[in-house]
T-cell receptor, first 114, second 115 residues
Framework: AQKVTQAQTEISVVEKEDVTLDCVYE???????LFWYKQPPSGELVFLIR??????QNEISGRYSWNFQKSTSSFNFTITASQVVDSAVYFC???????????FGKGTTLSVSS | GAVVSQHPSRVICKSGTSVKIECRSL??????MFWYRQFPKQSLMLMAT?????????EQGVEKDKFLINHASLTLSTLTVTSAHPEDSSFYIC???????????FGSGTRLTVV
């Protein structure tokens, strides 16, 4: 069975704080893809990153960074120096090789206050 | 590139009526489109997968007669909520796949309110 767990339901931080959103996944497939999406209050889903199961390199994009560790089945997302505009729901998702559809975690609501 | 347009963004309908939601891939051909449903403060739950020219595959618990999905062309899929009831009020969002390794592109969603 496939499953994505985002244990943090809500996180509140003050601007300029760093924050890490956790994601743990379960799959029996050896080839799979992991994603992070951002959903602002307007509702649309904004793609942030895709990582395949063979690429454990961490990635940094501006204030965003991702740490993928197959040994712990985790794909955590860190926002450095958070800003109010980062306030949104963040979803981690899993896509297996069979390519059925994305399986989403329950999401983490991030609130950044000024 | 890879833009998915979903229409309408918001719709209010009376109980018992039907509502059609369109999902279009604007600059690519989408062999597969997915329909998700999201209740307030909850995750996105896959409702069905539609492949162009064939019947949609529905997830367990989703009534295929209530949520009619048509994927008549490589750029258009529609979801029709038939005989809508207040409990059908939700946020519906479609996504389209261009190839396998590209990230899914999502529409902007449709907020349905049944009164």
């Amino acid at each position: 069975a496939q499953k994505v767990t985002q244990a943090q339901t809500e996180i509140s931080v003050v601007e300029k704080e760093d924050v890490t959103l956790d994601c743990v996944y379960e799959t029996r497939d050896t080839t799979y893809y992991l994603f992070w999406y951002k959903q602002p209050p307007s509702g649309e889903l904004v793609f942030l990153i895709r990582r395949n199961s063979f690429d454990e390199q961490n990635e940094i994009s501006g204030r965003y960074s991702w740490n993928f560790q197959k040994s712990t089945s985790s794909f955590n997302f860190t926002i450095t120096a958070s800003q109010v505009v980062d306030s949104a729901v963040y979803f981690c998702a899993l896509f297996n090789q069979a390519g059925t559809a994305l399986i989403f975690g329950k999401g983490t609501t991030l609130s950044v206050s000024s | 590139g890879a833009v998915v347009s979903q229409h309408p963004s918001r719709v209010i309908c009376k109980s018992g009526t039907s509502v059609k939601i369109e999902c279009r891939s604007l600059d690519f051909q989408a062999t597969t489109m997915f329909w998700y449903r999201q209740f307030p403060k909850q995750s996105l739950m896959l409702m069905a997968t539609s492949n162009e020219g064939s019947k949609a595959t529905y997830e367990q618990g989703v009534e295929k007669d209530k949520f009619l999905i048509n994927h008549a062309s490589l750029t258009l899929s529609t979801l029709t909520v038939t005989s809508a009831h207040p409990e059908d009020s939700s946020f519906y969002i479609c996504s389209a796949r261009q190839g396998f390794v590209r990230p899914l592109t999502f529409g902007s969603g449709t907020r349905l309110t049944v009164v």
